[in-house]
Nanobody, 115 residues
Framework: QVQLVESGGGLVQAGGSLRLSCTASGSIFSMNPMGWYRQVPGKQRELVAGITSIGRTNYADSVKGRFSISRDNAKNTVYLQMNSLKPEDTAVYYC?????????WGQGTQVTVSS
């Protein structure tokens, strides 16, 4: 039983910033690997940023240096700070949690970057 809810998406101009949040349900939240993925029409969902069970982070080359993933375990929340946004960042962004060999997904939040 894992429920993930994303928020923070919206419409911004190129060069702007957004901060996405993903909150997991329940009173217990383990130190599971989590991440942010994105998907555009006609393309496969791809990893944007991940944070491991020991706090190690990794990023897609396309967002490295612009995006930052972090986690607040007390709030059962993972964040994605997105700076210097580009039109090619436009996508539906999904929160992911890996637990018990199962991938759990949020419903997604739309990010649109205008040029």
């Amino acid at each position: 039983q894992v429920q993930l809810v994303e928020s923070g998406g919206g419409l911004v101009q190129a060069g702007g910033s957004l901060r996405l949040s993903c909150t997991a349900s329940g009173s217990i939240f383990s130190m599971n690997p989590m991440g942010w993925y994105r998907q555009v029409p006609g393309k496969q969902r791809e990893l944007v940023a991940g944070i491991t069970s020991i706090g190690r982070t990794n990023y897609a080359d396309s967002v490295k240096g612009r995006f930052s993933i972090s986690r607040d375990n007390a709030k059962n929340t993972v964040y994605l700070q997105m700076n210097s946004l580009k039109p090619e960042d436009t996508a539906v962004y999904y929160c992911n949690l890996y637990k018990g060999a199962v991938n759990y997904w949020g419903q997604g939040t739309q990010v649109t970057v205008s040029s």
